[in-house]
């Protein structure tokens, strides 16, 4: 028998804005600012300032489908353009400021950006590219850290005319909405473009009790940038919700972070490991001078968070860590590493649970397959690369770039070489770029550099891969210590040893003052395994 018919309503970002201003309206944004004063504005100004917005893209001639770029810090003007862009009919696309000027410049061309919306202090990076980029005809300024004088349109004096109110048409929910590139860490950049449907359904599998449950009571500070895959749906979840919303700006160290934690009671924050390394390591050495009693959950993504951090965090300060898993092709949330009711845990293997990346949340499947493609057991011990399907994840690439990323049977290949086990908990054992195969044995960095970061004078570590002429690849440790902290590399050779089996044991362990990172924040081994390739070649160890 078939169901009766339901109403034919779209599910598009409009109403989450339409939902902020009829039932949220006193709900507060929280900017802080770059002279680190904070601005103040809530969810009905959002929307008055959103259909602003809206009139002053019209009368620029910004039509439906036209790409309207940001390059701007986590701000409440940010925000604007979250909501407002993709309302009228527009898309918005993020990009990178954290990504070298000639990368910004192919993206921003690949796209076909019509306008471009830039904070003032990011200005002298928009130079940079600004010959690449002929195809913005408009750039506008938000005046973040003075007035705009003379640079291109100034964006307070262009929404000042502007109405209060817009007649948001009504879209096709498949329409497209906004359109972030992934980092490009080999080959070029590649866009992902998210539909009103999919950042939608992302949302409300996000607000659930058993994702990141946000309510109406939340304070929710979005660490991960704006820029970076849609700052992993936290607008937009916020804003369904009614969470009150807290934006850092520019500031991201960690002082900066936990004054402002403090400051504004947050309840959740999201960001990737590096930002929490620092984090806790300032919370170690000044344990009573930031009040968090009121956050009830931290969110770490973007890559495998150590063990040694998720304990740290909640046996020295009783901060709860939860550990999630995406990318910007999932919108980007996959799955995350809730303790389900009804598993039977000691202390060990529940700490091993939480730093798992997590179970699947609802309407995205996982699996991982062989070098012959055919799916592995999910036996917790069994290696192979990710694969994910759903309705928010990307079944191509922005221009039908990057076939080979997609399987026949509508399967997204993830680069991600994970174990799952027998409860469906996944765990990242490398990238496909990054496993060690040394003598056709196959040794994960991410297992080693979390056994590392557990010595108490440790503070970041990143394992790579080295040529060796007699195994083929051997690992290499690049290790930042702890300031005031000492270790040797027998110290820490030892330390891994009751751990892994004798091969697995890095060969070099180098000292460094910093790892690199990408712009995301992940360690960079390309740029690791291009400086130290050869070093066992030349200088094999004793």
Excluded at 131 to 151: K, T
Excluded at 288 to 298: E, V
Excluded at 391 to 417: H, I, L, M, N
Excluded at 500 to 524: M, Q
Aim: hydrophobic share 40%.
């Amino acid at each position: 028998m078939l169901a009766g018919r339901m109403m034919d309503y779209p599910l598009t970002i409009t109403h989450f804005l339409e939902r902020a201003r009829t039932y949220h309206a006193r709900s507060a944004i929280v900017t802080q600012n770059p002279d680190r004063t904070s601005s103040r504005a809530t969810y009905a100004d959002l929307h008055r300032r959103a259909s602003k917005l809206a009139h002053a893209l019209t009368r620029l001639g910004v039509r439906a489908g036209d790409r309207v770029a940001t390059l701007c810090w986590n701000h409440a003007r940010h925000l604007e353009l979250y909501l407002g862009v993709p309302a009228m009919g527009a898309v918005v696309h993020t990009l990178n400021l954290r990504l070298h000027p000639s990368d910004l410049g192919y993206i921003a061309s690949h796209a076909e950006d019509r306008v471009l919306v830039v904070d003032r202090s990011l200005l002298p990076l928009y130079r940079k590219f600004a010959a690449q980029a002929r195809c913005v005809q408009r750039v506008i300024v938000i005046g973040d850290d003075g007035p705009v004088e003379g640079d291109g349109l100034d964006y307070e004096a262009l929404l000042a005319p502007e109405p209060d109110h817009f007649d948001f048409p009504r879209l096709d929910e498949r329409a497209a909405a906004m359109l972030c590139y992934t980092s490009g860490t080999t080959g070029n950049p590649k866009g992902v473009l998210y539909s009103h449907r999919s950042i939608v359904l992302h949302t409300l599998v996000s607000c659930m009790h058993d994702a990141l449950g946000f309510r109406d009571s939340d304070v929710v500070l979005s660490v991960v940038p704006m820029f970076h895959a849609m700052a992993w749906g936290l607008p937009y979840s916020a804003v369904a919700t009614g969470a009150r919303i807290v934006l850092p700006g520019p500031h991201l160290d960690p002082a900066s972070l936990l004054d402002l934690m403090a400051r504004e009671r947050v309840t959740f924050a999201a960001g990737v490991p590096t930002i929490w390394l620092g984090i806790l390591a300032l919370l170690d050495e000044h344990p009573k001078r930031w009040d968090l009693s009121s956050m009830r959950a931290m969110v770490i993504g973007g890559s495998a968070a150590p063990p040694a951090l998720i304990d740290g965090f909640l046996a020295r300060h009783g901060l709860v860590v939860t550990h999630a898993w995406g990318m910007t092709e999932t919108n980007p949330l996959g799955t995350i590493a809730h303790l389900r009711h009804g598993l039977d845990l000691d202390a060990a293997a529940e700490l091993d649970t939480r730093a798992s990346q997590g179970y699947a949340v609802p309407f995205i499947d996982q699996r991982h397959v062989g070098a012959d493609d055919q799916p592995l057991p999910w036996d917790g011990r069994s290696m192979g690369e990710l694969e994910v399907r759903g309705p928010w994840v990307a079944s191509s690439y922005f221009g039908d770039e990057g076939e080979d990323r997609f399987t026949k049977d509508g399967w997204f290949k993830t680069g991600d070489v994970v174990t799952i086990d027998g409860d469906g908990y996944m765990r990242i054992t490398d990238r496909a770029k990054d496993v060690i195969k040394s003598g056709g044995e196959w040794i994960s960095s991410v297992a080693l550099e979390n056994a590392l970061m557990s010595h108490p004078a440790v503070l970041e570590a990143a394992v790579f891969a080295a040529r060796h002429p007699v195994w083929g690849e051997r690992p290499l440790a690049a290790v930042v210590l702890r300031p005031g902290q000492a270790a040797s590399k027998d110290e820490l050779r030892a330390h891994l040893e009751p751990r892994f089996a004798r091969f697995w044991l890095p060969d070099e362990v180098l000292f460094v003052e910093r790892i690199p990172r990408t712009s995301t924040g992940k360690f960079l081994k390309s740029q690791l395994r291009d400086e130290y390739a050869d070093l066992l070649t030349k200088q094999p160890p004793g």
